[in-house]
Nanobody
Framework: QVQLVESGGDSVQPGGSLRISCAAS????????MGWFRQAPGKEREGVAA??????????YYADSVKGRFTISRDIAKNTLYLQMNSLKLEVTGMYYC?????????????????????WGQGTQVTVSS
């Protein structure tokens, strides 16, 4: 199975930028999708951005609320997934989780659905405040 470790979370001011990372290790083969999810206090975990990587694909998907401001990418050589976040707003505060799908469920559930993923990291906190 794959192990996922997020890093890079921080406290930033509105309008600022931040890049968070997710290092994958272990059995990293056969991954269909990888995604970033956010969970704010008292709210359900929601999909922010995802990338479908099966068989060399690199299709990306974003929640409407972050389109044009967030960019998901990956460094294949480093087995690392990134989320570049620009023009940060107060409402994006939360714990950010990295996830991977090694069962193919994102093809059925969607790449931004938590139900599509079977491996999760521990999360990294992003706080936007003035």
């Amino acid at each position: 199975q794959v192990q996922l470790v997020e890093s890079g979370g921080d406290s930033v001011q509105p309008g600022g930028s931040l890049r968070i990372s997710c290092a994958a290790s272990g059995y990293i083969y056969g991954i269909y999708s990888m995604g970033w999810f956010r969970q704010a206090p008292g709210k359900e975990r929601e999909g922010v951005a995802a990338i479908y990587i099966y068989l060399g694909s690199s299709s990306t998907y974003y929640a409407d609320s972050v389109k044009g401001r967030f960019t998901i990418s990956r460094d294949i050589a480093k087995n690392t997934l990134y989320l570049q976040m620009n023009s940060l707003k107060l409402e994006v505060t939360g714990m950010y989780y990295c996830a991977s799908d090694q069962s193919g469920m994102t093809r059925i559930r969607g790449t931004l659905s938590t139900k599509g993923y079977n491996y999760w990291g521990q999360g990294t906190q992003v706080t936007v405040s003035s």
